[in-house]
């Protein structure tokens, strides 16, 4: 048996090395959906045509895997530009989905008595970033119906001084589309950058996007997740190219991997497909907030995205929650959260059968 070097010392423990503000946090939870319709995560519920999936498997069979990928994903942010129409003025930075974009941000612009702001309940991933990096979170309350509370959003913003305020538009988890006319005087009244987050845009009748690049502070943040491309991870950032190449700095290179820019490039050129698509999504939202609204107890709200939330009735948020994933069918419980999200949950708008297979769960649970 070998002698135990007596100069040794202990291995370390995580409380040891590790940051007490990250020990107190969370893993991002991911339920398992197998054997169930997967209504849960905001995801296209379409697939491609067979003859659309066939010619994209021969472009990725052609990819010299061997190699690096572009690290700018030149060809990709041309597409990208011309699709979505990204004025010239800006510049686009790309993410390995938009959950990195905001964590390149953070990290440059963190720093000592730091502020991060947002309306609440919004998007988890601003805070949780944030306190990964140090950085102060400031959640401005919403009114009981998810509008802005203006006089709030304004006083926070003078108090705060935040380095960055994030504006999701439509908002998650609420879906709901603040009026242009509540967002502009916000942007104006900000310190610091202010990143309208449209990783809902296809789904709503309004955009900043052709906007951007004409204000040094306002950045808009998209994805192509919620357009069907959830499993490419490709999110991207457009703003003043002083922003944007500042951010580029911090970037890891190679973050979008060649299989990735491959297949989102092919997609944007089929892009007629993913429109088709986002259009059946709004169309089917519309009846399934109807459908939603005739439920005793149920309390759904207006969403321009591609879910909906709704409100179950008092005191049976997780129960209703727990009876629907019985009838075969698994939604968002957010009923946890409390305040403002008291007994809610939402529910992925999917094809007709998913959404009558879900209303039916419902329909029992209540």
Aim: glycine share 8%.
């Amino acid at each position: 048996m070998p002698q135990k070097d007596s100069h040794a010392v202990n291995p370390p423990r995580p409380e040891h090395l590790i940051r007490t503000e990250i020990r107190e946090l969370s893993a991002y939870p991911v339920p398992s959906a197998q054997g169930l319709v997967k209504l849960d995560a905001m995801e296209n519920p379409y697939e491609w045509p067979q003859s659309l999936r066939d010619a994209w498997a021969d472009t990725l069979s052609r990819l010299p895997v061997n190699r690096y990928p572009d690290p700018r994903g030149t060809e990709l942010v041309a597409r990208l530009r011309t699709v979505m129409g990204v004025p010239d003025e800006a510049a686009l930075l790309l993410g390995n989905g938009s959950d990195e974009l905001i964590q390149i941000l953070l990290m440059a612009v963190a720093g000592p008595g730091r502020v991060v702001m947002a309306p609440e309940p919004g998007f988890v991933m601003y805070r949780m970033v944030a306190r990964w990096l140090g950085l102060e979170f400031v959640g401005v309350p919403l009114k009981p119906d998810f509008s802005l509370d203006m006089p709030a959003m304004l006083a926070a913003l003078e108090r705060h001084r935040p380095a960055v305020t994030f504006l999701a538009w439509p908002n998650n988890p609420t879906g709901n589309l603040w009026p242009r006319a509540e967002m502009e005087p916000l942007i104006q009244a900000a310190p610091g950058l202010v990143v309208v987050d449209e990783a809902y845009g296809p789904f709503a009748r309004d955009s900043f996007l052709p906007d951007v690049g004409t204000d040094g502070r306002v950045l808009v943040m998209r994805t192509v997740s919620k357009l069907g491309l959830a499993g490419l991870r490709l999110g991207y950032l457009c703003g003043m190219p002083e922003w944007i190449g500042q951010l580029d700095k911090v970037r890891l290179p190679y973050n979008i991997n060649v299989l990735t820019q491959a297949a989102a490039e092919f997609a944007l050129e089929h892009h007629g497909v993913l429109d088709e698509q986002a259009a059946w999504i709004r169309r089917d939202r519309e009846v399934l907030f109807e459908a939603l609204a005739k439920l005793p107890g149920v309390e759904p709200f207006p969403s321009e995205a591609n879910f909906i939330l709704f409100r179950a009735p008092s005191g049976r948020g997780r129960e209703i929650f727990e009876g629907i994933r019985a009838g075969g069918v698994l939604i968002k419980d957010l009923s946890g959260q409390g305040g403002l999200l008291t007994d809610c949950l939402r529910v992925t708008v999917g094809t007709p059968e998913e959404n009558a297979c879900f209303l039916q769960a419902l329909q029992s649970a209540l």
